[in-house]
Nanobody, 116 residues
Framework: QVQLVESGGGLIQPGGSLRLSCAAS????????MGWYRQAPGKQRELVAA???????NYGDSLKGRFTVSRDDAKKTAYLQMNNLQPDDTAVYYC??????????WGQGTQVTVSS
C-alpha cells in the first residue's frame, strides 16, 4: 500500500505564490518519477511538472519559468513552487508517483483557486 499526502493548496489572488507538497509513504522503495498534474473543470488532466530518477525534469507547456518542481529523496517528497499564479491556473492539483515496479499512484488532489 502506498499513500500520497498532498498539502499546500488554497485560495490565492492573481500574481501570488503557493507551494505544494506531496509525501509518499508505504511500500515504495524507490521512485522512478514523481510530479504533479492538474485538472480544471471541463478539461483533461494535464502535466504540470515532474522529475525522473535519471535527473530529468519535465514541465507542461508554458509553465516552466513560473512553476518549479523539486524533491527531497530522503523524505520521498516532491514540491511544486508556483509563482505569478493566474486564474487559468485554477484546478485540482494531483500528485503522481511511478514506482520502481512501474506502479502508478495518485494523490487525492488539492484545490488551487486563483481569484481576486
Amino acid at each position: 500500500q502506498v499513500q500520497l499526502v498532498e498539502s499546500g493548496g488554497g485560495l490565492i489572488q492573481p500574481g501570488g505564490s503557493l507551494r505544494l507538497s506531496c509525501a509518499a509513504s508505504g511500500r515504495i522503495a524507490r521512485i522512478l518519477r514523481m510530479g504533479w498534474y492538474r485538472q480544471a473543470p471541463g478539461k483533461q488532466r494535464e502535466l504540470v511538472a515532474a522529475w525522473s530518477s535519471g535527473g530529468d525534469t519535465n514541465y507542461g507547456d508554458s509553465l516552466k519559468g513560473r512553476f518549479t518542481v523539486s524533491r527531497d529523496d530522503a523524505k520521498k517528497t516532491a514540491y511544486l513552487q508556483m509563482n505569478n499564479l493566474q486564474p487559468d491556473d485554477t484546478a485540482v492539483y494531483y500528485c503522481n508517483v511511478i514506482s520502481e515496479t512501474y506502479m502508478n499512484y495518485w494523490g487525492q488532489g488539492t484545490q488551487v483557486t486563483v481569484s481576486s
